[in-house]
């Protein structure tokens, strides 16, 4: 019998696994599909020449998280690539901001597009430079963040108090008309606050474009050499190192309950599989509550807030191999490794309310990744492996474009939607299209079936808007890994802090249940739990 079960090989589970084997746990981690690394994976389905990855591809926060770098998996084989230029944004007539691995280049290139630009986006690296690493350890630490409210607090202050406090909490928009005259720096941190599932508009959506695109300042958005899943073997490596198990192909149907505490879990086959001190779960909220924990072992206020949990949007992909590099119009494009598509901020705001109002955006705004560019392994000289994304509603009312999408995403809406993407690319990069040696298409459904997180293609394991953040997440009166089952955790995106590769969800569930688990351990369970009915069910056997 292990110490601890994890259910879930995504990343964020293996980052818990590592920690409670670090703590010397007995740790086995369960995997439903048939390789560990939810959407951390890598393969050649593409074009046997060249390595696409699945889902996730750039880790900023992957570099720049604490709970990341504590597991020095350098150690264990991970190599870090980075391309030229972390971030740009080409325009329709030939400029492009670019966001470079020094903070002065990508001044200088601001200013360019804007007269004084260039000291705005420095007067935002020192910002950084007060409370950036603070602001990361309250947001990727434990909620309520009280060992890393202190330092911020302090941060803060330096930084400007209530000054910083109000830019970093307005709209993206707002920031972007307040600080800059040309287009540049704004397009730079509206395309990252629109990486989470936040508008222009939305309140907070200044932070959330900050702290990426400062993150990419200091640390790069580099990619691991291989391919993603190059990321999850170093994470395996080190867990079995540390005596700890990974099973694939081994689905789990149920956490056993019994009068309010797990005992472990049952696998679809009908493997009974306990766990001497604690379940962590990688797996997003709704499949927990109601899923692998039935109703009846929780209390009916989760049901009915349950009800109101919100995903982020749905993500189509399309996958590309080139035979040769992408032909920008634009300077610089070609140099960065993640690219933004969109003719300018009010471009994004129309796409963001064609989501908000069910519509398939007719301009989609895309992120693209230039693999090869980034990492030379990933297909042969002179070649490129790229992809890019795009959201769309999870239930479509219309097509905001001409093609009449309506949402079944058969063979004939699935090309029509790549279509849409490859048109966005080749306006600013004529010939693109010429140089296609293969092409695959992932639909909203098709991400689901590489990991079941992925909803639809929601990527964040729920909305990243303020609604459903910190206390909310991934319900009112959560926001910690605890649930309302003693010696059970929420290890996933569903967690605060919420989406993006940084393991904090994994951190925070290691470091709940390692709390509880000594003889001065005290299960902290939200008060709504004290309407929980008695526990059903039994041990495994």
Known sequence: MADAVVVGAGHNGLVAANMLADAGWDVEVLEAQPEPGGAVRSDRGVHPDHVSDLCSAFYPLGVA???????????????????????????PDGRCAVLERDRDATAAGLDALGAGDGEAWLRLCRLWDEMGED????????????????????????????????????????????????????????????????????????????????????HGWPVPEGGAGELTAALVRRLESRGGRVRCDTP?????????????????????????????????????????VGWSD???????DMRRFVWDHATFKVDWALSGPIPWAADGAGRAGTVHLSPGLDAMTDYSAQLATGRVPSEPFALLGQMTTTDPARSPAGTESVWAY?????????????????????????????????????????????????????????????????????????????????????VPGLGRPETPVAGLYLASASAHPGGGVHGACGANAARAALAHAGPAGRLLIPRFARDQPGGTGGPPS
Not at 144 to 171: E, I
Not at 429 to 444: H, K
Request: no cysteine; aromatic share 4%; net charge positive.
């Open 65 to 91: 998280s604490p709970a990341m770098r504590a597991l020095e998996l350098e150690r264990h084989g991970l190599r870090w690539r980075h391309a030229p230029a972390v971030l740009a944004h080409p325009l």
């Open 135 to 218: 602001v990361l350890r309250a947001l990727l630490g434990p909620f309520p963040p009280v060992r890393a409210a202190l330092p911020l607090l302090a941060s803060a202050r330096r930084a400007g108090g209530l000054r910083a406090v109000r830019t970093l909490l307005a709209p993206v928009r707002t920031l972007g008309e307040q600080e800059f005259t040309g287009p540049g720096g704004t397009l730079l941190l509206a395309g990252s606050t629109l990486h989470t599932d936040m508008f222009p508009e939305s309140t907070a959506g200044s932070l959330f474009g900050w702290l990426l695109a400062m993150a990419g300042q200091r």
């Open 252 to 292: 789990v149907a149920s956490v056993v309950v019994r009068d309010g505490r797990a005992l472990g879990v049952r696998a679809a086959s009908g493997e009974p599989v306990r766990a001497a001190r604690a379940i962590l779960a990688d797996v997003s909220a709704p499949a927990l509550y109601g899923g692998l």
């Open 298 to 304: 929780l209390p009916a206020s989760l049901r009915a």
């Open 390 to 474: 795009t959201h769309v509603p999870h239930r479509v009312k219309a097509d905001a474009g001409p093609d009449g999408i309506t949402g079944a995403w058969d063979e004939r809406e699935r090309d029509a939607m790549a279509r849409r993407l490859e048109d966005v690319v080749e306006r600013l990069a004529p010939g693109f299209r010429s140089r296609v040696l293969g092409r695959r298409v992932t639909a909203p459904p098709t991400f689901q079936d590489h990991d079941a997180n992925l909803r639809g293609g929601a990527l964040n394991g729920g909305t990243a808007m303020l609604h459903q953040q910190l206390v909310f997440r991934p």
